[in-house]
């Protein structure tokens, strides 16, 4: 099949794999794009051939990229020793005594290509890996590990299966070549990594300092990154895998570049990336799913082994590989848990040894390596083993995923999460914690705005006070839509006693202006609009009014105020003009002041006895806070005008956002939220920053 129509095909597939993912939520969204792969290929005949090099270029490359830079930094440097012995020393583990099981239980494998098959299986697929882990609530530090070793463990494997598969075709073999190959490759990988991220970050910062702000050119610059990364290690022998996933993990550690009036770039960069890593994970197992059907067909028709001898081969491979990295964990448990006896009193479990060891999931990886096998030995015979092999691979490939998706939910099923050795620094919560251990989105978007309103509130000083409490105030509404959206009891009562209190400070605001009015003399026009504007302003907070109707009020309010307006500037005389104006100003700001005094009364008075009483103390702070901010406002109105006043405003503005994105990676550090709610949250304040800016351009 032409490229160009297998590219359309696959990504058609890949959306009507994730349609149907929709209805059947139970079956991981990776295992339905195989199944769909593998009808596709026995209809359609459709036969992919699965090189490495390019495979790897093309999906591992900037899948890994990607994955590096989601990933929580924090956690990956607390982790480092366990994903690092996973990555690393649990491949050879598993290469060594894999190979040796394999060869005792399976005789039709040789030795040294026993050790291979074993490598080509000891990497898990990190695309596998998170497709299984998004259906399952898997404990926080497990996720952790396999997802941080499956960043690494690709370069260990691929350099395992390539010595071993070369130790079978030459009967040659050097431990000293193997270890110096594989130190050199991570040694120049990392290099290659780290200067290439940085100079494509220096590149960036000077197209900006220069005044080229494309944004095209910048997202194709990062789109790129992993690419040119991933050829430039190759190129010298090194490990493209390290390389790109050391630029991955520098890149969001670097000054952030597309803040303030750059942010578009970043908004259309993260969703080209979405889209890109969208279509790749899912072409990846279309792909898989395509290839396995030729890849076993060759065993399955061969009448010198049974078809159900065959799969008890892949079982017993399945359960060799399984029992090593059950015990390996095990093992590692009871070394971390003897080591740090004193901080960590629970014992270590074997099901979660078990539960790491079913996390194995091999993937789409292996398939492209085990398929770089040569169909002819150096002596120009036929490679006998070659069909076994990959229908061993294979087969082992099917069998991880399915049972992944078969007992994981089995194990974490449960009313208390499993808990790793040293998971939490205080395990007492961990056991109370529910089924549902993360958080609703709604929860988290109330964390990440407090968490904006706190850092502000910090900030606050008698010069910036102006500038502040107007972020504030919008913040705060922002909070309170929040609490509407929930429909617990406790929101519904907050609702309540706003409303409450906000008729009753539109009350006083009313009868402190009509107190005003006959002093101030303004025209009857003017009087009555403005205490028409009052009263739908007190139908508005009226408790027995619905969100139509509120909303209606509203902007009837709006709508008032600005007829007001309008009549004093439509043809009068400047001076009238002022002269109103200034009237008009004296009565908003007299009678929020009164209005700030009332609530503060009420404040002071409060019953501390009251099991609403800090409802209500935040309800009336909130409220005086408003009418303080109006009373500046009023009175400052010049500053509010000036290109300094909008400038203070954006910087505030902006660090509000970038609180709110700092508390997006607690919450996924501290395992609350997960990476998909993550990006979510981080675009909504994307385009947050990109509508206000906009804004800011357009005034």
């Known amino acids: 099949m032409a490229v160009l129509e297998a590219t359309i095909l696959f990504i058609i597939l890949v959306i009507i794999s994730n349609i149907i993912s929709h209805y059947l939520v139970a079956i991981p969204t990776a295992l339905i794009e195989i199944s769909v792969g593998v009808i596709v290929a026995l209809f359609l005949h459709i036969d992919i051939e699965l090189q490495t090099d390019w495979f790897m270029l093309l999906f591992v490359a900037p899948l890994l990229y990607s994955d590096a830079k989601h990933f929580p930094k924090k956690e990956l440097w607390e982790l480092r020793t366990p994903i690092f012995a996973n990555a690393i020393l649990l491949v050879f583990l598993t290469t060594i005594a894999g190979g040796l099981l394999i060869n005792v239980f399976i005789p039709q494998v040789s030795l040294p290509l026993a050790f291979a098959l074993a490598a080509v299986l000891s990497p898990t697929d990190p695309v596998a890996v998170q497709g299984i882990a998004e259906q399952v609530k898997l404990p926080k530090k497990i996720l952790t590990l396999i997802s941080g070793e499956s960043l690494i463990n690709d370069a260990s494997g691929l350099i395992a299966f390539k010595y071993a598969l070369a130790a079978f075709l030459t009967g040659y073999f050097s431990l000293k070549q193997a270890t110096g190959d594989f130190i050199y490759m991570t040694i120049i990988g990392i290099v290659i990594g780290y200067v290439i991220s940085k100079l494509v970050y220096m590149i960036q910062r000077t197209l900006l300092r220069q005044g080229i702000q494309d944004v095209i050119l910048h997202s194709s610059l990062q789109v790129m990154t992993p690419f040119v990364i991933f050829i430039a290690a190759e190129l010298v022998h090194a490990s493209g895998v390290i390389a790109v996933v050391v630029a991955g993990v520098l890149a969001i550690q670097q000054e952030p570049l597309f803040r303030g009036r750059f942010s578009e770039i970043k908004i259309v960069t993260n969703k080209l990336w979405d889209i890109i890593i969208y279509l790749l994970n899912g072409i990846v197992f279309v792909i898989l799913g395509t290839t396995l059907p030729y890849a076993m ?403």
């Not at 270590?348 to 398929?371: D, I, K």
């Not at 539109?506 to 009857?524: G, S, W």
Request: charged share 25%.
């Open 297 to 699: 067909r060759a065993a399955i028709i061969d009448p010198s082994i049974s078809n159900g001898l065959l799969i008890l081969y892949v079982l017993i491979v399945w359960v060799i590989l399984m029992s090593i990295r059950t015990l390996w964990s095990y093992t590692y448990m009871w070394y971390d848990y003897l080591k740090s006896q004193k901080s960590m009193p629970l014992k270590p479990r074997f099901s979660v040894a078990v539960l790491t060891g079913l996390t194995g999931v091999r993937g789409a990886v292996t398939m492209a390596m085990v398929l770089s096998i040569p169909f002819f030995l150096p002596d120009g015979n036929v490679f006998q083993e070659r069909y076994l092999i990959i229908f061993l691979a294979s087969g082992v490939i099917l069998v991880s995923l399915l049972v992944a998706v078969i007992t994981l939910p089995i194990f974490t099923k449960q009313k208390k999460r499993l808990v790793l050795t040293g998971d939490e620094a205080n395990p007492e919560p961990i056991d109370d914690l529910s089924d549902d251990t993360q958080l609703p989105e709604i929860e988290a978007r109330k964390l990440i705005t407090k968490q904006a309103i706190k850092s502000l509130q910090q900030d606050l000083t008698s010069e910036n006070e102006l500038i502040i409490n107007d972020i504030l105030q919008d913040l705060d509404k922002q909070l309170r839509f929040l609490y509407l959206d929930d429909d617990r009891t406790s929101n519904e009562i907050y609702y309540k006693l706003e409303l409450e209190y906000r008729h009753l400070a539109a009350d006083y605001e009313t009868k402190k202006v009509c107190e005003l009015l006959p002093i101030l003399n303004l025209p009857k026009k003017t009087e009555k609009n403005y205490l028409n504007m009052l009263y739908y302003k007190q139908r508005a907070h009226s408790s027995n009014i619905n969100m139509m109707a509120h909303q209606y009020l509203y902007k009837l309010q709006k709508k008032t105020k600005r007829l007001i307006y309008q009549s004093i500037l439509k043809k009068q005389p400047d001076s009238y003009q002022l002269d109103t104006i200034k009237k008009i100003t004296t009565l908003e700001v007299n009678s929020s002041e009164a209005t700030v005094d009332m609530l503060q009364t009420c404040q002071h008075h409060l019953d501390q006895s009251d099991r609403y009483f800090t409802v209500r103390y935040n309800i009336l702070n909130q409220l005086i806070m408003e009418y303080q901010s109006k009373v500046h406002r009023l009175q400052h109105y010049h500053l509010v005008q000036e290109a300094s006043y909008q400038e203070l405003y954006q910087d505030y503005f902006l660090r509000a956002l970038d609180e709110e994105r700092g508390m997006i990676q607690t919450l996924l550090e501290q395992g609350l939220i997960s990476n998909t709610m993550a990006n979510q949250l981080r675009q909504g304040i994307n385009y947050s920053e990109t509508s206000f800016l906009q804004t800011n351009v357009e005034d």
